[in-house]
């Protein structure tokens, strides 16, 4: 029997009602068969000091551990500013040292994300496509999945209400487990 993939899922918010979280609570329930997306929360990481980069807490050692076992990772971004919330960017910083050790490299991954704003996360997801660069991750070109307009979206309890997103995301989820099998065959 085939073993499952297994996606970890990241949220880039901390919010309680966040519907970034909400979002990736949606894509575990539209995986293909025979994939899992597992999530990994945020809370509690402290701010990147690279005095620590050798010694990092026990939430960045698991952190990396959980991104290393994973077969390809899913990251649902909201937009701070017009880029990546300064919580998401640590917990990446964090995961990609010290030189030498980057828990990312070389892993196959899909980006989504939502926002109040119209154009769903668009410039955000830029800029994480240009940290993906460095990172040596391996991104899911189509579809850009961008949910603009978030609390048109999904229910007051959270979840995904909109039939057309919920394409997507089978979508993108599938295309990323075919690029990770892609990868896996070169
Ligand atoms: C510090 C801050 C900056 C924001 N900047 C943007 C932005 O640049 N573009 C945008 O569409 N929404 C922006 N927003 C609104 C977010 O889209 C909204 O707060 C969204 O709910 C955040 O995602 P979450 O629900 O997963 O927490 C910003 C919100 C905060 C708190």
Known sequence: MNKQTRILGISGSLRRES??????RAAA???PEGTAVETFGLEGIPLFNQDEERNPPAKV??????????DA??????????????????AIDWASRPYG???WDGKPAAIMGASIGAIGTARAQYHLRQIFVFL?????NRPEVMIGNAPQHFD???????ETTKDYIRQLLRNLVELMQRIRKS
């Not at 500013?81 to 998401?88: I, R």
């Not at 040596?136 to 899911?140: I, K, M, Q, S």
């Open 19 to 24: 519907y970034n979280s909400a979002a990736l």
């Open 136 to 140: 040596n991750v391996f991104p899911v």
């Open 156 to 162: 007051a309890e959270g979840n995904l209400t909109d």
């Open 73 to 90: 990772i899913l990251f649902v971004t909201p937009e701070y500013n017009y880029s990546v919330p300064g919580v998401l960017k640590n």
């Open 101 to 103: 050790d980057n828990a």
């Open 61 to 70: 050692i698991e952190l990396k551990r959980r991104v290393r076992e994973a």
């Open 29 to 31: 329930g539209l995986a």
